[in-house]
């Protein structure tokens, strides 16, 4: 029995047994009787016990404990104590305790008990430090155990057991009694015991599961006098099912395979297999062999038969196998089962028995004619052409009567060898000799080699023998004409009545031809060993034989001799044997003898008539006493007439047949005991085949001693078994083997004992046990032969498996046969095969229904022996049905839409299949794949297929579900659309008919990528614009870069990698765009660009900045060579320093997630830095980012270009109106600089081109403050449609001149449409997405873009200013820098104050002005927290109340006098340098300078010099406060404008929908051309050099003067208290007298004079100078003066309309109406939303009353009110109102 040790599966370092519980239960009834030791604790620096116990007390007496108490503290300590607080406890009388360092005092406590029960007290001492108690407890004896908490058993099998154990004590005085209790599966030993006073014991606990389970239970333990108490364990245990799985290198279905291969006979092989478990818990095990047929031999051997294996472990098991039978299969099973587990393990084990394959190098030995008494030697080779060991032995006598004889009779040969045999003939009459020795050979079929010889003599001259004599008399034996005399046969020949074959062999005559190989043979050939029984077999043995079998077989035996053998066991003694002869013809007979042999036979030699017997007498004379003598006595007997040769010709020349008689003798005398024999004997069974035909079977005797053995089998016990040699002699180190032939039959017992005699001896036997039992072959099919197929779909098939077992001793063929109409829908594999004995195979079934119904089939099984195929067959007929139904599948979803996946990696889905139908269904999925991509052209449907799916073919069982694995690998950024289909394949696998359509998958194929969102600035470059730092940063370029398909040489690294060993590391991508820092001063705050990083797509990405260092290989210090260029030193220097950063450097977003990244460039070192940056999207995109950042210094005049190359907007040829452009100047110094454009290469152009001003700069020169832009505007007007290109040279007064290039395309309008603003070109974004930080204001959008706009037309857009800040107020003020946007931009209110979350409402109006152009403006939003200005104000106050006070107050002491007289002097440099630096209300003019001096500005920081200077003095604690500064936004507004006639052309729906402020318009010129030429300015000459710094410094001188003088600033101060004076030349204009005028007249004079004379004339005329007569007349004058009044003042307010004026009046009424809708809906005041009201109106009648009128009135001011704030300027249209209100009837 194998076992292991076991192992916790748990832990490896925790035992099973008590849980870790640092504290064991002490459970009792009561608390513990005592203390085992007593604990010691600190307090304060005092170490004392915790408590004092008494035990073991009586009442009615005294006892005394010492408390000790011992300072471990480093102070004198002093220490009081309160004492016991009841009367059963006492100390001493209070007193102070003082204790010094290492010194200790003892307190004596006192208990006196009155009665049994227990006391508790304390004494409590105090401190400087605190206080504490030590509990005094009296206590009485007790039960108590200790138990542990929790015992853990470990975990076993089901049905198996484990056990651990604990202990428990007895922790009381007492002796206790105890009793435990618990249920199954627990069991506790020993359950009951009695424990003395501190006694431990230890419990067995058994956990005996009956199945996997986790089980825990409480075990009780009642303890005590009377059990009155008791502790609970817990005892857990874990149980589970064991599985156990055999592990061998082959497997067929079932089982598994140990496979021995080729073994030779007689040899052993072991091979080992192993056992697997595969479980946590270790288990037991057992291993049987399966019922074999009976009375079959065991090969295989295993002495393994049960064990135990630890879980997770691997038990190796042996298994040897000897075979017995050469060329047989042997198989054999081995079951292995487990106790608890579910199911059994078989294993099949099979081997091939080889023998031996042994040859001579020749089949005949010709020794030729030889004299008489001469001796001849031929070699003869013995080859074992195998690797098996070979014995062999020549069936030959040991003695001299033998003509022929063999150096090496018996032996072994090794494998794969040979060995030389020298055979001698040694002649004793001068006959023919032909002698047949059989060569025997353990385990194969015998050798057999003709020895031929002649002897001559003097007087005698017998025919001689050839091979070839040899070859024709077997063809005339088979004949049957060797009986016949050679003299007979020879007359027959003559007489034609023979003949010769083509060989020279003798037929018969009248025989065809053609028969004769089949028809003139009346015996069959005999195989070895029926020759080998034939020759030495007894007649009636033969004639029983032939009359078993057919009678044809053998042919009659020529000459035979009765005895075959001989024993002379009693002594000396003669015995007869007769010859009989059954020739047709004389022969004579010849006897070999040996003088000194003790055989004889007499007489030596006669003749034989035909068909007569004749006797001889053989007789025994040993001349040696107490030896053993055997010998083949040899006679040569042959026809007479061979005598002479003469007598005989060559065709019927017979050769002579040899007779032997085996003879033994014994020549013991009576009494003498014989030799004790030494033998082994392979085998002591012999078993025959278990069937009814002649077997034969060899074993081999071995004497093992140094004796002679002679053996001696007994025929007469069993006739059926015949046995050669029967008798016979063994040399010394020599072997027999023994031939067995047996015909097996059904009544033979199953076991037949042969006694095997050994040296004549009965005292010397061994029993043979031989098996010849013929059995009728057996077959059994599992399952009762029945074989039943679940519901299968029609047109699809099912699969079973049945297993058949021979269950006979003999190799079986079978066949399955099928009825014609069974063979359309049913099939088996294999149908044919070869069972060996014992063992079992699969076949697998196949059904294959054609149509829904009900299958009854009966296939039959046919088997027979493979050794008799022609023998009668068995039939085993076993019972099939199916049922055939329809069937199909379906998915849950028709379309499975995955989304994007990442290019080149992988997606797992699932496909449900559902199979909805009552059979199982077998499928073949198929997938179609089609790719969409608008990008290429190309057919992609050849591409490879990206969709793998797994279980591609299967089964699902009826009414399933079925997940099909899928896994997608885009291999390009595409649209993939995947078609799954079915088929049903039949039964052999193949499928056909019209797929059936499952579902589609659907995925989109992407690359990681980003997305730029918005971008900001911080630092220095705070000034710039969003549009600026777009172009700066090329972001468009990056966007567009990133949205594009990664090229394959950007994949060589998927992920960041450090890949190159050189400080500039290889580039695997050609995106590369510029990141432009822009430019700033040396020492300034460093430039900090804010980017919003967007992930747009659906899948994450990962992204890195890689810097040069990143993707370098770090190398060891040896292996750096130190030789770098200047461009690697330059990139090492910049990393070194960190000139440029970026934060963060790597990041992952997920889909729609977004990451603010700071770019930040520091200002340390003057010149151009640039640094390649590698932005890597792992997985996709890398974009060589070259970042490019500039530092200039101090005192130098710079402009900064993006750019050095700009293009215009595309213009269209033959334009009469082009619009005009602008070309950015940005100053990133810190001196204002002008600026001059040399338009001489303009100049050549227009020559080039007609004299046609291609190109035109409107203003080539002028200044730009330090961190302030210049908009340069140009006018593009191409003749041709082509791209003009110019360079333009641009000087920088005491600077650097650049050259910029300048393109512009002209292309046809006809071909193609303008460019237009929403075009797509402008790609900024237009909201903030990025807060800057301490940012708290924000604009709803930073960039307006009004579109296309026509000439002099006024655009309106609403803003919202909202401070999120919840505490801080603010002050906003919007700045309009250049003059054309103040003339063309307005925004109001233009500043305020904003409260925490408060919002304000801004206006933008852009008015186009006459001529087309292209705006593109930047307002500048600065905000000022108030907070920050009130300190402001604050610190300005207290400094200059501190500096007044500095006026009259100062120091002196005599012993700084010197120091005073420097600080003084300092003191005055700081007051200049403060009147440099200091803020006035008028801003002073700067000091008088070089120009190669610099002014640092508001942000540069003071020189060391400078900060040396303010630390000696104190300077820099008196320097003035600056003011906040403010935080800058940025609002960018874009328009184009274009003229009437091209707005109207192309944007003729547009046109309605924009106003047209007409006063606006550009008046024509004389030239009529109707454009406005624009011309630059003619510019003063600038001074340079001496000549301007004389001129600056008078200047400065003057105004510096000026300021000082207080009568100077006094008057600009009452300046503004001073009224306006008023200027006669602005009264309005006086009205003209009335005075009545003709119609003619009055039709051409002006409106305002008309409608002056329209109010006075009818008064002042005709008043009291009409008479009475007159009236009617003055009437009808009045009614026709009152028509033309009325027609007048149609006439006037028709022109009133059309008046540019009015028109702007109704648009801004409009126009503030709305605006004030729009505030109102904005404060909440008015909800736009609200579903409109329907009121019920009033009779017109009453809708007229007063009531009504002055509502109506009321609401009118109201509105007025309202619309009066927003009114910008009404001035400008107040005439024309009263010219309204003039005209208007009275009521």
Not at 822 to 838: A, E, K, M, S, Y
Not at 900 to 925: H, Q, R, T, W
Not at 1413 to 1440: G, P, R
Not at 1609 to 1618: A, F, K, M, Y
Request: aromatic fraction near 8%; include cysteine; glycine fraction near 6%.
């Amino acid at each position: 029995m194998l076992t292991d040790n076991p192992v916790n599966p748990l832990s490896s370092s925790i035992p099973f047994g008590v849980a870790h519980n640092p504290h064991r239960n002490m459970v009792s009834s009561r608390r513990s009787g005592g203390l085992q030791k007593k604990n010691k604790n600190c307090f304060f620096g005092v170490e004392t016990c915790a408590e004092l116990v008494w035990e073991g007390w009586e009442p009615g007496l005294e006892y005394t404990k010492s408390l000790f108490l011992r300072s471990i503290h480093r102070k004198l300590q002093k220490l009081t104590f309160r004492p016991p607080v009841s009367k059963f406890f006492s100390t001493p009388f209070t007193q102070s305790i003082l204790l010094s360092p290492g010194t200790s005092f003892s307190l004596q406590v006192t208990f006196q008990p009155l009665e049994k029960c227990e006391y508790v007290d304390t004494i409590e001492f105090q401190g400087k430090e605190g206080t504490f108690q030590v509990s005094l407890r009296a206590v009485i004896p007790h039960h108590a155990l200790e138990v542990p908490d929790t015992v853990m058993l470990p975990p076993c099998a089901a049905r198996h057991s484990s056990q651990t154990s604990f202990l428990f004590r007895n922790s009381s005085k007492l002796q206790t009694g105890f009793r435990w209790f618990v249920d199954p599966p627990f069991q506790l030993s020993p359950g009951t015991g009695l424990l003395k006073p501190g006694e431990e014991c230890r419990v067995t606990v058994e956990f005996k599961p009956q199945q996997a389970v986790a089980c825990q239970a409480e075990a009780c333990c009642a303890f005590g006098d009377d059990g009155e108490s008791s502790c609970t364990v817990l005892l857990r245990g874990l149980s589970k099912y064991p599985h156990l799985q055999i592990g061998t290198m082959g497997q067929e279905e079932g089982c598994k395979v140990l496979e021995f291969g080729s073994v030779a006979v007689g040899d052993s092989l072991e091979k080992h297999f192993e056992i697997y478990n595969l479980s946590t818990v270790g288990t037991t095990f057992s291993l049987s062999w399966l019922r074999r047929p009976p009375l079959m031999e065991s090969v295989f051997h295993c002495e393994v038969h049960e064990g135990k294996i630890a879980p997770h472990s691997v038990l190796k098991v042996p298994v040897c196998f000897f075979p017995l039978t050469v060329d047989s299969i042997s198989v054999d099973y081995l079951c292995l089962t487990c106790p608890g587990a579910i199911s059994k393990d078989l294993l099949k084990v099979s081997g091939t028995c080889i023998g031996p394959i042994v040859s001579l190098n020749t089949s005949v030995l010709d020794f030729g004619c030889v004299e008489e008494g001469t001796e001849v030697t031929h070699n003869v080779q013995i080859i074992n052409s195998s690797a098996v060991l070979a014995h062999y032995q020549f069936d030959v006598g040991t003695g001299s009567h033998s003509v022929f004889s063999v150096d090496k009779p018996c032996g072994s040969l090794l494998g794969n060898s040979k060995l030389t045999l020298r055979v001698k003939f040694r002649p004793h009459h001068p006959i023919a000799y032909h002698k047949t020795m059989i060569c025997l050979l353990l385990h194969r079929e015998p050798l057999f080699l003709d020895l031929i010889a002649t002897c001559h003599s003097e007087q005698m001259k017998p025919a001689i023998l050839k091979p070839r004599h040899l070859s024709i008399y077997r063809l005339n034996l088979l004949r049957g004409l060797t009986c016949y005399p050679p003299d007979l046969l020879s007359a027959l020949l003559e007489e034609h009545r023979l003949k010769l074959d083509d060989s020279g062999a003798l037929q018969m005559q009248e025989i065809p031809a053609e028969d004769t190989c089949n028809s003139t043979s009346p015996f069959n050939p005999r195989s070895p060993l029926e020759e080998y029984f034939h020759v030495n077999s007894a007649p009636e043995a033969e004639t029983e034989l032939y009359n078993t079998s057919n009678s044809t077989r053998f042919p009659v035996p020529h000459v035979t001799v009765q005895p075959s053998e001989l024993l002379f066991y009693d002594g000396p003694a003669s015995n007869s044997v007769s010859i009989t002869n059954h020739t047709k013809g004389k022969i004579c007979l010849t006897w070999s003898n040996r003088a000194e042999s003790p055989f004889s036979v007499s007489p030596v030699s006669c003749e034989l008539g035909p068909l007569k017997t004749t006797a001889f007498r053989v007789t025994y004379s040993p001349n040696q006493q107490n030896v053993f003598h055997a010998a083949q006595l040899e006679c040569f007997t042959f026809y007479k007439v061979l005598r002479d040769q003469r007598n005989v010709e060559d065709q019927t020349l017979c050769p002579p047949w040899c007779l032997t008689v085996r003879v033994i003798g014994l020549s013991f005398q009576p009494g003498k005991e014989h030799f004790i024999p030494n033998f082994s004997l392979q085998h002591s069974q012999v078993v025959f085949p278990a069937l009814k035909q002649v077997s034969y079977r060899s074993i081999l005797l071995q004497n093992t001693g140094d004796l002679p053995l002679i053996f001696r089998l007994d025929p007469g016990e069993f006739p059926t078994v015949c046995v050669l040699p029967s008798s016979g002699l063994v040399p010394p180190g020599s072997h027999q083997i023994l031939t067995f032939r047996c015909t097996p039959s059904p009544d033979h017992p199953s076991s037949i004992p042969l006694t095997l005699q050994l040296n004549a001896s009965p005292n010397h036997t061994q029993v043979l046990n031989v098996v010849a039992v013929a059995e009728k072959l057996s077959v059994s099919v599992e399952e009762g032969g029945s074989l039943f197929f679940q519901p299968t779909a029609v047109g699809s098939y099912s699969e079973r498996t049945l297993r058949v077992k021979n269950l006979s001793r003999v190799p079986v063929e079978f066949k399955w046969r099928l009825c014609g109409s069974d063979q359309r829908f049913l099939t088996v594999l294999p149908d044919t095969g070869i069972l060996q004995p014992n063992e079992s195979k699969v076949q697998k079934w196949s059904f294959a229904p054609k149509e829904e119904m009900m299958y009854n089939m009966k296939p039959s099984l046919t088997f027979w022996p493979v050794q008799t195929p022609q023998c009668k067959k068995s039939r085993l007929t076993i019972k099939a049905v199916g049922l055939a139904s329809k069937g199909s599948l379906q998915a849950e979803h028709p379309v499975i839409d995955l989304g994007e996946v990442l290019v080149e990696s992988c997606k797992s889905f699932e496909i449900p299949l559902l199979n909805d139908s009552p059979c199982a269904v077998s499928y073949s999925l198929t997938t179609q794949q089609s790719i969409t991509d608008t990008g290429l052209l190309e057919d992609m449907t050849q591409d490879p297929l990206v969709l793998e799916m797994e279980n591609v073919k299967g089964t699902i069982p009826a009414d399933c579900r079925l997940p099909i694995r899928c896994t997608v690998r885009p291999a390009r950024r595409a649209h993939y659309c995947w078609t799954v289909s079915y088929h049903i394949p039949n039964a052999s696998d193949s499928v056909g008919g019209e797929p059936q359509f499952i579902c589609h998958v659907q995925a989109e194929g992407v690359y990681p990528t980003l997305e730029v969102m918005d971008v900001r600035s911080c630092g220095n470059v705070e000034g710039l614009s969003k549009l600026q730092l777009w172009r700066l940063f090329n972001l468009d370029a990056l966007n567009t870069y990133l949205r594009r398909d990664p090229s394959p040489s950007e994949l060589t690294f998927r992920v960041p990698t450090r890949h190159s060993f050189r400080q500039c590391p290889s580039i695997f991508t050609s995106a590369m765009i510029d990141f432009n820092f822009s430019a700033a001063p040396l020492g300034f705050d460093p430039t900090s660009i804010l980017l919003l990083f967007k992930n747009p797509g659906s899948i994450p990405v990962e992204w890195s900045f890689l810097f040069p260092e990143d993707q370098q290989i770090e190398l060891e210090y040896w292996a750096e060579t130190g030789d770098f260029s200047p461009s690697e030193l330059h990139l090492m220097k910049i990393q070194e320093h960190r000139l440029f950063s970026i934060s963060p450097r790597s990041g992952k977003l997920q889909p729609g997630q977004q990451r603010t990244v700071q770019f930040t460039y520091r200002h340390e070192f003057v010149g151009t830095d640039r640094l390649p940056v590698l932005l890597k999207l792992s997985h996709g995109r890398e974009i060589l980012l070259n970042f490019i950042g500039i530092t200039v210094e101090r005192d130098r005049r710079y402009i900064h270009l993006s750019s050095n190359r700009h293009i215009f907007a595309p213009m269209a040829i033959g334009g009469f109106s082009p619009p005009k452009q602008v070309y950015e100047l940005y100053n990133a110094g810190t001196l204002p600089l002008r600026y001059h454009i040399d338009t001489t290469p303009l100049e050549e152009l227009m020559e080039e081109n007609f004299s046609h001003p291609i190109l035109q700069c409107l203003n080539p020169g002028g200044e730009i403050e330090p961190g302030h832009t210049a908009l340069v505007e140009w006018i593009f007007s191409p003749l041709e449609a082509k791209t003009y290109s110019v360079d333009i040279p641009i000087h920088v007064v005491e600077g650097d001149s650049m050259f910029v290039t300048f393109e512009g395309q002209g292309f046809d309008e006809i071909e193609s449409e303008p460019i237009q603003v929403q075009d797509g070109r402008i790609t900024v974004p237009g909201t903030q997405r990025i807060p800057v930080p301490g940012q708290v204001v924000f604009l709803s959008e930073e960039r307006v873009c009004f579109g296309d706009i026509p000439v002099c037309s006024r655009s309106t857009r609403i803003l919202f200013l909202t401070n999120v800040s919840y505490t801080d107020q603010v002050l906003y003020k919007w700045n309009i820098t250049s003059t054309e946007c103040q003339q063309t931009v307005t925004i109001r209110p233009e500043g305020g104050r904003l409260a925490p979350g408060e919002s304000v409402f801004c206006i933008l109006t852009i008015q186009a002005s006459g001529s087309p152009a292209f705006y593109q403006q930047d307002l500048v939003c600065e905000i000022t927290l108030v907070k920050m200005l009130a300190q402001y104000h604050k610190d300005l106050q207290q400094w200059e109340e501190e500096t007044e006070r500095q006026k009259y107050e100062f120091t002196l002491t005599e012993k700084d006098l010197l120091r005073t007289k420097q600080l003084d002097k300092c003191t005055q440099e700081g007051a200049v340098f403060e009147q440099k630096t200091g803020k006035r209300k008028y801003k002073t003019l700067p000091p008088i300078r070089s120009s190669d001096q610099a002014v640092a500005g508001p942000s540069a920081r003071p020189s060391r010099a400078e900060q040396r200077a303010q630390q000696q003095t104190g300077q820099e604690k008196r320097r003035r406060p600056e003011p906040p500064r403010p935080t800058l936004l940025h609002l960018g507004i874009t328009a184009r404008s274009h003229s009437f006639m091209e707005y109207q052309t192309h944007f003729p729906t547009q046109f309605n929908t924009h106003y047209i402020n007409r006063s606006r318009q550009p008046k024509h010129s004389q030239s009529g051309t109707g454009e406005s030429c624009y011309r630059p300015a003619d510019l003063p000459p600038l001074t340079l050099g001496l000549e301007r710094d004389v001129i600056t410094h008078v200047l400065t001188s003057l105004l510096q003067s000026l300021l000082d003088e207080p009568q100077f600033r006094q008057s600009l101060v009452e300046g503004d208290t001073e009224q306006v004076p008023y200027f006669t030349q602005l009264r309005p204009a006086p009205a003209l007298p009335a005075q009545t005028l003709p119609g003619s007249a009055a039709d051409s004079q002006d409106p305002v004079e008309i409608s002056g004379v329209s109010s006075a004339t009818p008064a002042n005329t005709y008043t009291g100078n009409c008479s009475t007569a007159d009236r009617p007349k003055s009437e009808c004058d009045r009614e026709s003066l009152k028509e033309l009044q009325e027609e007048r003042k149609m006439k006037v307010q028709e022109s009133i309309r059309r008046l540019p004026e009015f028109c702007d009046l109704l648009e801004d009424i409009l126009l503030n109406t709305l605006q004030n809708l729009m505030m109102e809906a904005f404060l909440g005041e008015l909800v736009l939303t609200t579903r409109p009201r329907i009121i019920a109106l009033p009779p017109s009648s009453s809708r007229k009353n007063s009531l009504g009128s002055n509502r109506q009135s009321a609401e009118s001011n109201k509105i007025k009110e309202q619309l009066r704030p927003l009114v910008t300027s009404p001035s400008p249209y107040m005439s024309a109102q009263a010219i309204v209100s003039n005209l208007e009837p009275e009521q």
